[in-house]
């Protein structure tokens, strides 16, 4: 299956799993203990797949404030610049509107900040770290 789709199987969840795992525990050293949470069972989780192989993930849940948290928006090193992540947050956001979200928050690392800002997004508040990593928190409407 080619494109970005709604991960429904097992199998598709261990994928999304290991292009995190890739990006977040290998690249950028955030711990693998805490890169799966007790949110993984309340989200949903969206894969990103090209010639037979998974290069990018994103998953979304709804926040305490009724927004759709937007989380783990991951692209595999070697599949950059291919528009994976905008394919990726397009899903996503669908999906979060046709669910009855109104909203999208987001925490960006700040190098991706722009690329969110490109969506709509705006920055709410102050830089702050999460994972060692340093973070801003997006949102954006999805009525539009």
Do not use: C, N
Not at 1 to 8: L, N, P
Not at 109 to 124: I, K, L, M, S, W
Request: hydrophobic share 40%; proline share 1%.
């Amino acid at each position: 299956m080619q494109g970005v789709h709604r991960v429904e199987t097992a199998a598709a969840f261990r994928e999304a799993l290991a292009v995190r795992f890739a990006v977040f525990v290998d690249e950028q050293g955030v711990p693998a203990s805490i890169e799966v949470d007790d949110h993984e069972s309340a989200a949903t989780h969206f894969l990103a797949r090209t010639d037979g192989r998974a290069v990018g993930t994103a998953r979304y849940r709804t926040a305490d404030s009724g927004a759709a948290k937007i989380e783990r928006v991951a692209v595999r090193a070697d599949a950059r610049g291919e528009r994976w992540g905008a394919r990726l947050m397009d899903a996503v956001e669908t999906d979060a509107r046709e669910t009855g979200h109104e909203r999208a928050v987001l925490h960006a690392q700040t190098r991706a900040a722009d690329f969110y800002a490109r969506r709509g997004y705006e920055r709410v508040g102050d830089v702050f770290e999460e994972a060692g990593i340093p973070h801003v928190e997006m949102e954006r409407s999805l009525d539009e």
